[in-house]
DNA sequence: CCAGATTGGTACGTGCCACGGACTAAATTA
DNA sequence: TAATTTAGTCCGTGGCACGTACCAATCTGG
């Protein structure tokens, strides 16, 4: 299925050696985790985005709606999306049993399957490439890279609440 | 030109509390800074990979060959990738000097312009993002995002060579 | 020097992904 | 009950990535 993407170099947005030094390893590191999910999927025939799917879908029946919310995208998207999926056995659609107008997406066996698979080669990948850190630098790294990530959650937060009305 | 991608949720790939909190981490930020440069693309409707087109053509002038490896992605790509630039103004294709098999591809004024503007918003909202990181944590992470950069290259390196012939 | 291979690019067809708009059906509300 | 909102699908458009086929230029070995 057209895996694409296999090693593309990091292509070092800024160059530059100033102060932008944090920026350039983290735009670099986003690019190597970023790789390695996508090569671990296109192993298993999925791209990053199904893989998503397969990821959000282990432990939630979401509606094609929640679906939407979950993984960024339109609905129309969606719909394209389950399509897909479903056609290859990995989801099923189900009927809502309390909205007649929604539906039901769940995971199949096989795509439980998959999922957990690329999930344990992604977390080996990431885990070897984090090897050459001490056991204390990478705790210290998983705090720090926590941090940033759920304050930034936060100020999504606050923004969507204060800017928009949901 | 179709924006897409606006916040997406992280959709954790690995909910699990257990040891693999880095791997967790490391994937919802990457997927911060990944999202940040799509957002900021978005801005000048351009998508990540002409964002990053154009930041490889800021200081080379590559053959499209030698534009495929730098991205990690066929000729074949590169040919409707630099298609799309030209045709918007971006950059412009000159024949080689030396081969005339080859063309170079160069960056124009405007797509200077935009590369220019899209890399400093970029680098002020992952400064904004590490912001409630102290000076020292954001040296520390910077080192520590740069080793994990840095031997990962290293092991491609030595791997490409051992494995294959070139 | 020239025939055959190799190299650099393009063109075309396929498929995924993402969007917006139009549409249907069901549910909610007024 | 009529009007509106909500859930999902379908269609058209376009970017992105691939593989294959192809052409032109270059390089190689006789």
Tied chains: 1, 2.
Excluded: C, W, Y
């Amino acid at each position: 299925m057209t895996s694409r993407n296999e090693t593309p170099s990091p292509a070092a947005p800024l160059p530059g050696g100033g102060p932008h030094d944090l920026v350039d390893a983290l735009a670099q590191l986003s690019f190597l985790v970023h790789n390695t999910l996508a090569e671990i999927s296109g192993r298993h025939d999925l791209s990053i985005i199904q893989t998503r799917l397969l990821g959000v879908l282990r432990d939630r029946e979401p509606t094609m709606q929640q679906l939407g919310r979950l993984l960024g995208l339109d609905k129309s998207s969606i719909s394209g999306l389950v399509d897909r999926a479903q056609r290859r056995g990995l989801v099923v659609r189900t009927a809502s049993a309390t909205d007649r107008r929604s539906v039901q997406v769940s995971i199949t066996d096989a795509g439980r399957h998959l999922v957990e698979q690329a999930s344990t080669q992604f977390a080996e990948q990431i885990e070897s490439a984090v090897a050459p850190l001490s056991g204390a630098e990478r705790r210290l790294l998983s705090q720090l890279a926590a941090r940033i990530v759920s304050a930034d959650a936060h100020h999504r937060g606050i923004d969507l609440r204060t800017t928009t009305d949901r």
